[in-house]
């Protein structure tokens, strides 16, 4: 099974800021990578899908790059409501896990 | 708008079995696949299968093998994830989601139904 891990864990970040959060898988995904945000209580949500396209109705400060094994997610100017925790999820073949997920916190 | 409505939570006893339904409305049933994920308190999310809408073929995590069905029914839009011999590390909240193949991306989810295990 393809292992997929996520860095940080947790991070702390202001309003305004730009952040990243790195995904690596154990082997070539090629760019069967997505994303997703999740709030407490409440659903996953997609924000990206094939490692950089962004999912309709998601903010444009959200983009994902990379391929192979090494992908990134940046949220260009963060907002109050992007605090949340975010997971990576390998699509490439079975079965599709999912990263650790990274806790973004408000500083 | 597409939507996906899941059953509500459950209490149940170790070795019990528990069904959570799942239905969708606002789409075309049979164009789309279903994932089931779960995320135990605290804890991250866990693949644990996928079924076609349209053929009822479904893949099973192997952790889950011999006591995980996923079934379909077209004519209310309804799938279905059913987990037997029931343990306390089951415990979770269990999500459907709506996805455009096995390696697509689910793009809808359910609400969730927390399924508690305890004796």
């Known amino acids: 099974d393809i292992q997929m891990t996520q860095s940080p864990s947790s991070l702390s970040a202001s309003v305004g800021a730009r952040v990243t959060i790195t995904c690596r898988a154990s082997?070539?995904?090629?760019?069967?990578l997505n994303w997703y945000q999740q709030k407490p209580g409440k659903a996953p949500k997609l924000l990206i899908y094939?490692?950089?396209s962004l999912q309709s109705g998601v903010p444009p400060r959200f983009s994902g790059s990379g391929s192979g094994t090494d992908f990134t997610l940046t949220i260009s100017s963060l907002q109050p409501e992007d605090f949340a925790t975010y997971y990576c999820?390998?699509?490439?073949?079975?079965?599709?896990?999912f990263g650790q997920g990274t806790k973004l916190e408000i500083k | 708008q597409v939507q996906l409505v899941q059953s509500g939570a459950e209490v149940k006893k170790p070795g019990a079995s528990v069904k959570v339904s799942c239905k969708a409305s606002?789409?075309?049933?049979?164009?789309?696949?279903f994932s089931w994920v779960r995320q135990a308190p605290g804890q991250g999310l866990e693949w644990m299968g996928w079924?076609?809408?349209?053929?009822?073929?479904?893949k099973y995590a192997q952790k889950f093998q011999g006591r995980l069905t996923m079934t379909t029914d077209t004519s209310t839009s309804t799938v279905y994830m059913d987990l037997g011999s029931l343990r306390s590390d089951d415990t979770a909240v269990y999500y459907c989601?709506?996805?455009?193949?096995?390696?697509?991306?689910?793009?809808?989810w359910g609400q969730g139904t927390l399924v508690t295990v305890s004796s």
């Open positions: 606002g789409y075309t049933f049979t164009t789309y696949d």
């Open positions: 094939a490692a950089s």
């Open positions: 082997q070539t995904i090629t760019t069967y």
């Open positions: 989601a709506r996805a455009p193949s096995v390696a697509g991306a689910p793009d809808y």
């Open positions: 999820q390998q699509s490439y073949n079975f079965p599709p896990a």
């Open positions: 079924i076609s809408a349209y053929s009822g073929n479904a």
